[in-house]
């Protein structure tokens, strides 16, 4: 350390980063198109911006609750806490940079694990927490997970996870490679077990997270933009001396190369979540769900209205049962999602199921029996 | 200075030097000079052991990976008849970072699967110094499930500084491929023994190496991250590749007494590229005993005890005070 350093108060160095982790500010900018937004109605929003549909990171906790149905969750496992087996110290001591990530994040590890309903769909979820230590995997991480699948086992459940991480935690050295390991052994017994796993790929899903429990969901989803890989980009260029392509390890370039099923935005993630699950699980597509995409005529018409929908767009539903059992569904679960657009429902099925975005893509209403 | 020894091994490298030296020097002469040479060879033995006994992690990791270290495709040559390679993921292409195949270990058909570095620049690059890309990954993957179908025993060699990072690697799956095999190991149903020869190099390394039994040689390592990858990024500096090393604790005594692998196979003194016969007659008998006690049991109970061997892994603690 220079003379120059020790003049300065370390607090100078670790101020900025603090800031970067947690936007305390009332405005902050968006990490895509740049545009000034207000802190509030980005949280609302779900931390996607409204200017470009930039999806930022969103924490653990504020995706639970923004996933799952009002007060049908509770938390497993929460307990389970780090300990330092091996007195890992490099620049830091490991102990010191798990009480710091715990103060910055307010949890005990990078995993949160919950039970609940989405869509009404009993599951338990699985979400990383990227402030906690970049979202890597240590032991706490891997045996969460675990208890997470042996809870789904002994429950018949599914089971989702939303991973943000960027890999195996350095700082319990062999430890960590093993949950990679521990966590696909488990998820070969739920597979095993016929039940689903639908693994949802976050920014960013890199390393030992990526290579293990993140590309073994039967049906893996990705966030837009989402950057999702083995190896680091910076350690590709090196190695490979070359630009790395436009895009590359974003999920749309994932998409295109046949690793994942689908891209999902953050606003459809429930919805598309509780259909496929339906689908799996084999259960008939729900009617208090807002995806009443199956319904047979006259139960869509029923939901309908007893929806708060206004006079207008009731009467044009009705009108249009009559007619086109397809224009029915659709209007129906726009009518559930109290749409702005409800009142136009019968006019344009095609624009209208783009905005208001309440059928999941390739959908084909179909009345069932 | 021998250019193929390591700094610390050079006080060795002198001593040898010297009793080829007496040794050619007795063929001419009629003089008796054995004496000498058995007390210098006794010299020789004492020093190397001094030298190795006082080994810190990262210059275990330098003799892991030792250019002369005895590769893979030594120990086939040594420990197995018969051994007939078998190419291809029958998806994309044949990855040479991987070799594959059938052979007999002790009369026994066994599947053999591991990285190979290559010792000559040319066969290096034909191996690509032993980092896999997808393909290699999904050739293992094939081999194992041929392996559970005709009911033939996997052992697995682990020599990598991990996988490949490339731009093709990403694009075929780099991570899949890897969560995939570790996702089959698991559930294999035929014995799989591993043994890390070399360089445990991270995912690139677990991925043939979800096993019954995880063997490693006394100076092989194991690590989630290369000591210079974990320099690099935690202490800011690749110098501090030896205190990384330490931290992480790579070395084989240190992850057996941590009960994350199961048995260290002793190495000749002064390392396996000192004596590669002798370390291949040790790792065959290991070899052969682990592999008859994974036979005795039922594959049901095979399976079970590798899940459970593999769900116990981890630290933490738990508080029940809620």
């Known amino acids: 350390m220079s003379w120059f350093e020790k003049l300065i108060p370390s607090r100078i160095g670790t101020s900025t980063r603090a800031k970067g982790n947690v936007p305390e500010g009332l405005w902050v900018k968006c990490e895509g198109c740049g545009s000034v937004l207000y802190r509030a109605e980005l949280e609302r929003a779900n931390e996607v911006c409204d200017k470009c549909g930039k999806h930022m990171r969103q924490y653990a906790r504020a995706r639970i609750k923004q996933l799952m149905d009002p007060d049908s969750y509770r938390e497993l496992d929460e307990h389970v806490r780090p300990v330092d087996a091996l007195k890992f110290r490099d620049s830091k001591r490991y102990r010191d940079r798990l009480s710091q990530a715990t103060k910055d994040s307010g949890e005990n590890d990078a995993l949160i694990v919950v039970t609940g309903k989405i869509t009404g769909i009993q599951v338990v979820v699985a979400v990383f927490d990227f402030r906690f230590m970049g979202g890597s995997m240590g032991s706490v991480v891997g045996e969460k997970f675990v208890r997470a699948c042996e809870h789904c086992i002994a429950n018949g459940l599914p089971f989702v996870c939303f991973s943000a991480s960027g890999g195996a935690r350095m700082q319990e050295a062999l430890f960590s490679l093993l949950q990679m390991g521990k966590t696909s052994s488990k998820l070969a017994q739920l597979a095993e077990a016929r039940l689903p796993f639908i693994s949802v790929l976050t920014d960013p899903t890199m390393g030992g997270v990526s290579a293990s429990l993140a590309m073994l969901g039967d049906v893996i989803i990705a966030e837009p933009g989402a950057r999702i890989g083995f190896a680091g980009p910076r350690v590709i260029e090196q190695t490979v001396r070359e630009k790395l392509p436009e895009g590359f390890q974003s999920s749309e370039f994932l998409l295109e190369h046949g690793a994942i099923d689908m891209i999902v935005s953050r606003g459809e993630m429930r919805e598309t979540l509780g259909s496929l699950l339906e689908m799996l699980l084999k259960k008939p597509a729900s009617s208090s769900s807002d995806v009443s995409v199956q319904q047979q005529e006259p139960v869509a018409a029923e939901a309908a209205s007893s929806q708060p929908v206004p006079d207008t767009a009731q009467t044009e539903t009705q009108a249009a049962a009559m007619s086109n059992p397809q224009e029915t569904a659709n209007a129906g679960s726009s009518g559930i999602a109290d749409s702005p657009s409800a009142g136009k429902t019968a006019t344009d099925k095609n624009t209208r199921s783009s905005e208001s975005g309440d059928v999941p893509d390739g959908t084909t209403p179909r009345p069932t029996n | ?322």
Not at chain 2, 137 to 162: H, N, Q, S
């Open chain 2, 1 to 322: 200075m021998n250019p193929d020894y390591l700094d610390f091994e050079q006080p060795i490298a002198e001593l040898q030097a010297k009793i080829r030296e007496l040794q050619f020097a007795t063929e001419d002469a009629d003089i008796n000079i054995s004496d000498e040479v058995t007390k210098l060879e006794n010299k020789l033995d004492s020093l190397t052991q001094g030298i190795f006994s006082k080994l810190n992690a990262w210059q275990v990791a330098q003799i892991a990976r030792h250019k002369l270290r005895p590769y893979l495709r030594f120990y086939i040559d040594a420990l197995f008849t018969d051994f007939k390679e078998l190419h291809g993921d029958r998806l994309y292409g044949d990855d040479r970072a991987i070799i594959g195949g059938m052979a007999r270990l002790d009369g026994h058909p066994v599947v053999i699967i591991g990285h190979e570095k290559g010792r000559d620049t040319k066969a290096k690059i034909k191996h690509n110094f032993g980092m896999p890309r997808p393909e290699g990954y999904r050739k293992a993957k094939r081999l194992m499930e041929l392996a559970e179908r005709f009911e033939l025993p996997v052992l697995t060699f682990i020599d990598t500084p991990g996988a490949y990072p490339g731009i093709g690697a990403e694009e075929r799956g780099q991570s899949e491929a890897i969560a995939r095999n570790l996702f089959v190991m698991s559930e294999l149903r035929t014995p799989i023994i591993s043994t890390v020869i070399g360089e445990g190099g991270s995912g690139g390394a677990l991925a043939i190496g979800i096993a019954d039994r995880v063997l490693m040689l006394e100076y092989a390592i194991y690590s989630v991250i290369s000591p210079e990858g974990c320099a690099s990024i935690l202490y800011k500096s690749a110098e501090k590749a030896s205190d990384a090393a330490e931290a992480m604790g790579i070395t084989s005594s240190r992850l057996l007494g941590l009960k994350l692998v199961d048995r260290v196979v002793n190495e000749p003194l002064g390392g396996a590229h000192q004596n590669p016969d002798k370390m291949a007659a040790t790792l065959a008998a290991a070899l052969k005993e682990e592999l008859a006690a994974q036979q005795q049991l039922s594959i049901d109970e095979l399976i079970r005890n590798r899940r459970e061997k593999w769900r116990q892994f981890g630290e933490f603690q738990e508080e029940n005070n809620a």
